[in-house]
């Protein structure tokens, strides 16, 4: 991904910074309807990514990429060294949750719910695990 500056050419930084910290934080999330039902589908499936982006963009963080499945979703988020990876993931079902149903009369008489209470998460960074260990541990060799 590139951004145009003043026409030059500019990578972005793999890192963000605030006053008090250096971070690059991703989490690939994954979460399903209740009952695994295949109802992100066609409208559905058009605003849940509407709402996702709109959410995101209202907490601060950034969607790298979005996958819709009938029965499940998955994000690659970059987020903000305050925010919580369990916020994130309240945030986001809890908001398209609330305006999938009241948008889509079908979805509250299928379920009782739209999101099961379980999700998966897991960070991604730039390096890999072995890489960090081998890091920390050649510390003490310094």
Known sequence: MYYF????EVK??????????VYNLRYHLIWCPKYRRKVLIGDIESRLKELLLEKADELGLVIEKMETMPDHVHLL???QSTDAPHFIVGQLK???S???RN?????KSKLPTLW????YIESVGHISEEAVKIY??????Q
């Open 116 to 119: 099961t209470r379980s999700y």
């Open 98 to 100: 609330f305006n999938l």
């Open 103 to 107: 948008e889509f009369a079908e979805l």
């Open 12 to 21: 972005p930084k793999r890192w963000k910074t605030s006053s008090t910290s």
């Open 94 to 96: 809890g908001y398209t």
């Open 77 to 79: 988020v970059k987020a």
């Open 136 to 141: 920390i541990e050649d510390q003490k060799n």
């Open 5 to 8: 500056y003043k026409r030059k």
